[in-house]
T-cell receptor
């Protein structure tokens, strides 16, 4: 079973601060996907990164895939209360999706 | 609207009483999967399907069955539910695994 270590597990910051969430593994994935989940709802896809070294931007969110395709990071600039939620990384390969345990982000106004 | 629909949304049942959770997608996706989400353990894959009549076990398949007779439907069957199967279940679909999955809204199952 492939494992994805996600850190930090919890993060509480003030509105306007920057933050980075990390997702690491010893396994190589064909892609790394980031999701956001609200309580009691299904995860919603934010982005998929496929190529080693790839960087994607989604407004204030920047996603990076490691050169070796084993790790990824999510950076949020100037966090807002609407960014509050559970952020999940997931590695894809061999028709399976392996999830990290998530980072619970709270942005305080 | 493109979506994955799960039913029921909430279910309370007794140990040993067979149940089925339905999942349907309207996006003509090839891939479908079932996950369970538990506190401290995160999302774990139960079963997945690459196409009609093609299914395989995920990380936690014990006590579950699936079938994929049609492309759009992928039901999850618990033949004899036990309390340790109390969990939040999600169905998801994708047309290609590297393009990300669309998840259903979840089924909260309680087995007493």
């Amino acid at each position: 079973t492939q494992l994805l270590e996600q850190s930090p597990q919890f993060l509480s910051i003030q509105e306007g601060e920057n933050l980075t969430v990390y997702c690491n593994s010893s396994s190589v994935f064909s892609s790394l996907q980031w999701y956001r989940q609200e309580p009691g709802e299904g995860p919603v896809l934010l982005v998929t990164v496929v190529t080693g070294g790839e960087v994607k931007k989604l407004k204030r969110l920047t996603f990076q895939f490691g050169d070796a395709r084993k790790d990824s990071s999510l950076h949020i600039t100037a966090a807002q209360p609407g960014d509050t939620g559970l952020y999940l990384c997931a590695g894809a390969g061999s028709y399976q999706l392996t999830f990290g345990k998530g980072t619970k982000l709270s942005v305080i106004p | 609207e493109a979506q994955v629909t799960q039913n029921p949304r909430y279910l309370i049942t007794v140990t040993g009483k067979k149940l089925t959770v339905t999942c349907s997608q309207n996006m003509n996706h090839e891939y479908m999967s079932w996950y369970r989400q538990d506190p401290g353990l995160g999302l774990r894959q139960i079963y997945y399907s690459m196409n009609v009549e093609v299914t395989d076990k995920g990380d936690v398949p014990e006590g579950y069955k699936v079938s994929r007779k049609e492309k759009r439907n992928f039901p999850l069957i618990l033949e004899s539910p036990s309390p340790n199967q109390t969990s939040l279940y999600f169905c998801a679909s994708s047309w290609q695994e590297n393009y990300g999955y669309t998840f259903g809204s979840g089924t909260r199952l309680t087995v007493v």
